[in-house]
């Protein structure tokens, strides 16, 4: 066992998400070795409480400093690293103009190698120790992505993307040359082989992942559907519902589904584990299709705001009653920072809603990045807070990085001003060290 003295933040499974942040001001965070080898939570509090009954242990102290959970990032594109911060007119002009050609260099291994690398070493200096992110068409882009988060013991999931028609050739799932399959065929013959080569290795799980809907063919969401039904334990991941253009595009080239969102129901890829980024442009139809199947929303609200998308709706999302979590996007996204995505989303919240905005607590912002995203990736009590039984996956935070921040928060006479302090004001800086959880 070993044991760090720090203030402590984490989350109660039960209360309401605007609540549910627990503090100790002299707190005690023990870990150990769980059956399976791993380093999990072992016991959590105030370190008078827990003092003598952990005596024997080993105990690192950190004083001034807090340990918070992990962060858990739903959706980003680890090939669109060098295209933060390009202009562009909107999503679609974006995508032509910057991601394409930069996807387009994920076809040599090496390349696909030093960004795999460069992207994992961003997540974990960010504070990120859980990630949902898309690859490119090339499977070699997977395995790169894959090996450099097994090195770090990173908790991470991606997939082969998924896109037969309607982007640049290079781009397109490839037939392998000599084969009597053609490529749509192949694409899902690559997924499947990914499935069985890497999911559940480690910490690592696989995503089915059409890029889009207007990307694939109806036979390549088909066959999607049903890789998602043979392997249930596998996530799922898109994108739906972002921008008026592409929903009218995909409502032209799918006219019998109801809605955007209703063509992935209508091939079998909305369920647990099924996480759709951005779900702006929802009514309150396709809000109870996410709630009946499962699936739940990544809010990507750096990427909205850069784009002109829209807004997500909490208030909605909230009545209706479906799972959300907050993301990063990079690269439509601004930054690796939890900190700008959370007060990015604190701004959704007052300029996006009704007239009279909602203010979202700094407890909920902290909830939907860490146990909030956790619980809607099917990963509650698994990472994402600091529980007993949870992974040991956590972040020192310094809350006086910055003569700013020092100030700041000297003056905070809650949690919820203490948090928010250094939500407004916080960067990479805050993160003083991550720390993942270790097989022995």
């Avoid at 099917?378 to 007993?388: D, E, I, K, S």
Wanted: proline share 5%; glycine share 8%.
């Amino acid at each position: 066992m070993k044991a760090y003295r720090a203030s402590l933040l984490y989350f109660s499974p039960d209360a309401e998400p605007n609540q549910a942040a627990v503090f100790e001001d002299d707190g005690l965070l023990v870990v150990g070795l769980n059956e399976q080898g791993l380093q999990v939570v072992q016991a959590v509090g105030s370190y008078p409480a827990l003092q003598a009954r952990f005596a024997q242990v080993p105990v690192t102290h950190w004083p001034g400093r807090i340990i918070a959970p992990g962060f858990v990032d739903m959706h980003s594109h680890y090939p669109q690293t060098n295209v933060i911060g390009s202009p562009a007119d909107g999503l679609l002009p974006w995508l032509e103009h910057y991601t394409f050609p930069e996807e387009k260099r994920f076809l040599a291994p090496e390349y696909c190698a030093q960004a795999a690398t460069f992207f994992i070493a961003e997540l974990l200096r960010n504070g990120v120790t859980t990630a949902l992110t898309f690859a490119t068409s090339h499977p070699c882009s997977v395995a790169a992505l894959f090996q450099a988060a097994q090195a770090q013991r990173l908790r991470l999931m991606t997939g082969l993307c998924l896109m037969d028609r309607h982007a640049p050739a290079e781009l397109l799932n490839q037939k392998v040359p000599h084969a009597s399959v053609d490529a749509t065929e192949q694409s899902l013959m690559d997924s499947e082989a990914l499935i069985q080569r890497w999911h559940g290795v480690d910490r690592l799980g696989y995503a089915i992942t059409p890029r889009f809907a207007p990307t694939s063919s109806a036979a390549q969401l088909r066959g999607a559907g049903v890789l998602a039904a043979k392997y249930p334990q596998v996530w799922i991941q898109s994108h739906v519902a972002e921008n008026q253009a592409e929903i009218a595009w995909a409502r032209a080239l799918f006219p019998a589904s109801r809605s955007y969102l209703a063509t992935y129901a209508d091939f079998g890829l909305l369920r647990q584990r099924a996480i759709y980024a951005h779900c702006i442009h929802f009514d309150d139809e396709d809000r109870a299709l996410m709630r009946d199947t499962g699936a739940a929303a990544a809010v990507c609200p750096t990427s909205n705001l850069f784009l002109g998308s829209g807004f997500f709706d909490y208030a909605g999302a909230d009545r209706v009653g479906f799972k959300y979590g907050l993301a990063s996007d990079v690269g439509g996204g601004t930054s690796f920072s939890p900190f700008h995505t959370m007060l990015a989303a604190y701004t959704v919240g007052r300029e996006g809603q009704s007239k009279t905005g909602l203010s979202l607590s700094p407890q909920h912002l902290w909830w939907q990045h860490t146990a909030g995203a956790a619980q809607a990736l099917g990963l509650a009590g698994v990472v994402g807070n600091l529980q007993p039984g949870c992974e040991a996956d956590f972040v020192l935070l310094n809350p006086r990085a910055t003569p700013l921040l020092a100030r700041k928060t000297a003056l905070a006479n809650s949690l919820d001003e203490l948090l928010f302090s250094m939500i407004v004001l916080g960067d990479d800086r805050l993160i003083e060290r991550t720390v993942i959880s270790q097989a022995v």
